[in-house]
């Protein structure tokens, strides 16, 4: 009651507008109010009365998009709310799809907005944001063609004998991104010839008032077996606003031709028992018309029947989609893109579909509008581009190199069968990928094959110039084309993948000499006083190597053993007759001079039925409990 006259409030979308009448309805109701949805989805009965005075004389609460900044005249307005966003369709040139983003207005359409205050009088606007923010908005909004679909354009450009927009002037010249994808999609649906000029097909499509997509149907229609009536059904359908209406509809383009033809053949009370708009199917049938009167003389018809979803495949062939492991609901389209549609849908289910309408979502594109399609007609429609592939790869699950001819549109999989005879270098590489993706470890690494490893690893350290391979963990993965591959013949799972022998595959890196100098630099053994042949433990990494041996076998040796070429003493582990450590050295005659006499008095009390002399030089080793 503060100002006078009817209030117009901005906001970004229908979800918006829907939101806030049910949370205004009881108030405005109880104020006598009219609280009315204006948006371009509505039916023109429903536009006109938001746009009108109210015929009972109320004041109206009207709930607006962006439309109502300069499409429609509205009188009466003294009040403007203004939320300061809006929501409009941007074009991804990389998914050839379009989004609906909600953005900032900028401070040109916010005085737009505010201009429709008082347009006769006095007024008053709102704006729901707070005063630094409007120093942020952009002068304008962006041109229409930095954000557009440019498929018409370029089809209007390639049929002007323009090969290169830059040849024109532009006051915004078009994104080379966009323009690029728009290029590419005219290729594909026959309008462009490889060298980018425009064919006779293309000719005819730039002739009707359609988007290239719908023009490119309309065109192939003509040569399907009764398909042109039903093609220019569905071009008005698909280019004009959704004639059903409620949250409830399906996504099924069939409805909407059903619901057109009981108008057709009913009248509009019956097409409004189906939640369809009478309005819309006036238009539709108007528009489907006017492009039968377009239409040039047929075609000679295909063999191959129409059906609503090869016309709409036509029409948006890199849509074809195919249900994903029998999720419902959930779809992988020819472009490889994801998509889906309400588990509810009575189409969740459908092997394939043509998707005629989705959104560029970041991660699956939810889909508006589609229609059954069956596999057979993609096999007819677009043998061209069927292609058939054998697809040898590592399966993780299974631990197993799986091979299959596949028979592929796109990113569809639309059959296949077990190869019987893969190629062995495609199975191989599979192989390869599969174990490295499961680590070394998926190897059958024995005690001998990691200890030659280490052995090798220990003279690379020790030698840095005697080219010693290096066979850690980190250089083996990635090299395995070159030291494994050659084993692997025959083998395509993981289980098999046990019978190798790693240890003479890892000696095979070593030429003969090197294999030579290998058993005596770095042995496996070594043979100490006792004559047992005691086996020395290598870390790899440099360090000496652990020789563990009962300290009574090692009685009378002076001098620490040593390897590679005398230059490597060992690191001494003497054991006790329970095999466990009671010194460690590197200088075993220190230790009999200096460490043993203290440390025979503790074994001595601890093992007295062994043999522990008062003097180890003049000792005989011995393995057993006594010398003998």
Same mark, same amino acid.
């Given at each position: 009651?503060?100002?006078?006259?009817?209030?117009?409030?901005?906001?970004?979308?229908?979800?918006?507008?829907?939101?806030?009448?049910?949370?205004?309805?009881?108030?405005?109701? =109880?104020?006598? *109010?009219?609280?009315?949805?204006?948006?371009?989805?509505?039916?023109?009965?429903?536009?006109?009365?938001?746009? +009108?005075?109210?015929?009972?004389?109320?004041?109206?609460?009207?709930?607006?998009?962006?439309?109502?900044?300069?499409?429609?005249?509205?009188?009466?307005?003294?009040?403007?709310? %203004?939320?300061?966003?809006?929501?409009?369709?941007?074009?991804?040139?990389?998914?050839?799809?379009?989004?609906?983003?909600?953005?900032?207005?900028? &401070?040109?359409?916010?005085?737009?907005?505010?201009?429709?205050?008082?347009?006769?009088?006095?007024?008053?606007?709102?704006?729901?944001?707070?005063?630094?923010?409007?120093?942020?908005?952009?002068?304008?909004?962006?041109?229409?063609?930095?954000?557009?679909?440019?498929?018409?354009?370029? *089809?209007?450009?390639?049929?002007?004998?323009?090969?290169?927009?830059?040849?024109?002037?532009?006051?915004?010249?078009?994104?080379?991104?966009?323009?690029?994808?728009?290029?590419?999609?005219?290729?594909?649906?026959?309008?462009?010839?490889?060298?980018?000029?425009?064919?006779?097909?293309?000719?005819?499509? =730039?002739?009707?008032?359609?988007?290239?997509?719908?023009?490119?149907?309309?065109?192939?229609? +003509?040569?399907?077996?009764?398909?042109?009536?039903?093609?220019?059904?569905?071009?008005?359908?698909?280019?004009?606003? %959704?004639?059903?209406?409620?949250?409830?509809?399906?996504?099924?383009?069939?409805?909407?031709?059903?619901?057109?033809?009981?108008?057709?053949?009913?009248?509009?009370?019956?097409?409004?028992?189906?939640?369809?708009?009478?309005?819309?199917?006036?238009?539709?049938?108007?528009?489907?018309?006017?492009?039968?009167?377009?239409?040039?003389?047929?075609?000679?018809?295909?063999?191959?029947?129409?059906?609503?979803?090869?016309?709409?495949?036509?029409?948006?062939?890199?849509?074809?989609?195919?249900?994903?492991?029998?999720? &419902?609901?959930?779809?992988?389209?020819?472009?490889?893109?994801?998509?889906?549609?309400?588990?509810?849908?009575?189409?969740?289910?459908?092997?394939?579909?043509?998707?005629?309408?989705? %959104?560029?979502?970041?991660?699956?594109?939810?889909?508006?509008?589609?229609?059954?399609?069956?596999?057979?007609?993609?096999?007819?429609?677009?043998?061209?581009?069927?292609?058939?592939?054998?697809?040898?790869?590592?399966?993780?699950?299974?631990?197993?190199?799986? =091979?299959?001819?596949?028979?592929?549109?796109?990113?569809?999989?639309?059959?296949?069968?077990?190869?019987?005879?893969?190629?062995?270098?495609?199975?191989?590489?599979?192989?390869?990928?599969?174990?490295?993706?499961?680590?070394?470890?998926?190897?059958?690494?024995?005690?001998?094959?990691?200890?030659?490893?280490? +052995?090798?690893?220990?003279? +690379?350290?020790?030698?840095?110039?005697?080219?010693?391979?290096?066979?850690?963990?980190?250089?083996?993965?990635?090299?395995?084309?070159?030291?494994?591959?050659?084993?692997?013949?025959?083998?395509?799972?993981?289980?098999?993948?046990?019978?190798?022998?790693?240890?003479?595959?890892?000696?095979?890196?070593?030429?003969?000499?090197?294999?030579?100098?290998?058993?005596?630099? =770095?042995?496996?053994?070594?043979?100490?006083?006792?004559?047992?042949?005691?086996?020395?433990?290598?870390?790899?990494?440099?360090?000496?190597?652990?020789?563990?041996?009962?300290?009574?076998?090692?009685?009378?040796?002076?001098?620490?053993?040593?390897? %590679?070429?005398?230059?490597?003493?060992?690191?001494?582990?003497?054991?006790?007759?329970?095999?466990?450590?009671?010194?460690?050295?590197?200088?075993?005659?220190?230790?009999?001079?200096?460490?043993?006499?203290?440390?025979?008095?503790?074994?001595?009390?601890?093992?007295?039925?062994?043999?522990?002399?008062?003097?180890?030089?003049?000792?005989?080793?011995?393995?057993?409990?006594?010398?003998?």
């Amino acid at each position: 009651t503060e100002h006078p006259g009817d209030l117009l409030a901005f906001l970004p979308g229908v979800g918006e507008i829907s939101r806030t009448k049910t949370l205004l309805t009881t108030l405005a109701d =109880a104020a006598g *109010l009219a609280l009315l949805p204006l948006h371009g989805s509505l039916n023109q009965a429903d536009q006109d009365r938001a746009v +009108r005075p109210d015929a009972k004389g109320r004041r109206r609460v009207i709930l607006a998009t962006s439309i109502a900044e300069t499409s429609i005249t509205i009188e009466g307005i003294g009040m403007v709310v %203004d939320c300061g966003w809006k929501r409009l369709p941007r074009f991804d040139p990389n998914s050839g799809l379009s989004r609906l983003a909600t953005v900032r207005i900028s &401070r040109a359409s916010a005085n737009q907005r505010a201009g429709r205050a008082g347009r006769l009088g006095p007024g008053v606007c709102y704006r729901l944001w707070h005063p630094g923010v409007e120093q942020g908005l952009q002068a304008f909004d962006r041109p229409e063609i930095l954000e557009a679909d440019l498929a018409p354009l370029a *089809l209007q450009l390639a049929r002007w004998g323009v090969a290169d927009p830059g040849q024109l002037a532009w006051l915004d010249p078009p994104p080379t991104g966009a323009m690029a994808q728009a290029r590419e999609l005219l290729t594909r649906l026959g309008a462009l010839d490889l060298t980018g000029s425009i064919t006779a097909t293309g000719k005819q499509m =730039a002739a009707l008032p359609l988007h290239p997509r719908l023009a490119h149907m309309l065109c192939e229609a +003509r040569g399907q077996t009764g398909a042109s009536p039903l093609g220019c059904d569905l071009a008005a359908l698909l280019a004009e606003r %959704d004639i059903l209406s409620g949250a409830a509809r399906s996504v099924d383009i069939e409805d909407r031709l059903h619901a057109l033809m009981v108008f057709r053949a009913q009248g509009p009370a019956a097409a409004r028992t189906l939640a369809a708009d009478p309005d819309a199917c006036r238009r539709i049938d108007q528009v489907s018309r006017q492009l039968a009167d377009l239409l040039v003389s047929p075609k000679k018809n295909s063999p191959h029947a129409a059906s609503i979803g090869s016309l709409v495949a036509l029409a948006f062939p890199d849509r074809i989609a195919q249900q994903r492991d029998n999720a &419902r609901g959930s779809y992988r389209m020819a472009s490889g893109r994801g998509a889906s549609l309400p588990r509810h849908d009575h189409l969740a289910g459908t092997p394939y579909l043509a998707v005629a309408n989705l %959104d560029a979502s970041k991660q699956e594109g939810h889909i508006f509008l589609a229609a059954r399609l069956a596999k057979d007609d993609i096999l007819a429609l677009f043998s061209d581009q069927i292609t058939r592939e054998d697809m040898v790869q590592w399966e993780a699950k299974a631990a197993t190199v799986a =091979a299959r001819g596949q028979v592929k549109f796109g990113a569809l999989i639309l059959a296949e069968q077990p190869l019987s005879r893969p190629d062995p270098e495609k199975v191989r590489a599979a192989l390869m990928n599969g174990i490295r993706a499961m680590g070394l470890a998926a190897l059958p690494w024995s005690d001998k094959a990691r200890a030659l490893q280490a +052995r090798i690893m220990s003279l +690379r350290v020790w030698q840095p110039g005697e080219n010693w391979p290096d066979l850690t963990d980190n250089a083996l993965l990635p090299a395995m084309a070159a030291w494994l591959a050659p084993y692997l013949d025959g083998i395509k799972t993981r289980q098999q993948l046990q019978a190798l022998d790693l240890e003479e595959i890892l000696k095979g890196r070593l030429d003969w000499t090197q294999q030579r100098r290998l058993e005596q630099e =770095a042995p496996t053994h070594i043979q100490v006083p006792s004559g047992t042949r005691v086996r020395l433990q290598y870390s790899g990494d440099g360090s000496p190597p652990v020789l563990a041996v009962r300290l009574q076998e090692m009685f009378g040796l002076a001098e620490t053993p040593t390897i %590679d070429r005398g230059r490597m003493p060992v690191l001494l582990h003497l054991l006790s007759p329970a095999r466990r450590p009671v010194q460690i050295t590197r200088d075993l005659r220190g230790f009999w001079d200096r460490g043993y006499r203290e440390l025979k008095k503790e074994l001595q009390g601890r093992y007295p039925r062994h043999h522990w002399p008062n003097d180890p030089w003049a000792a005989v080793p011995t393995a057993r409990i006594k010398p003998g």
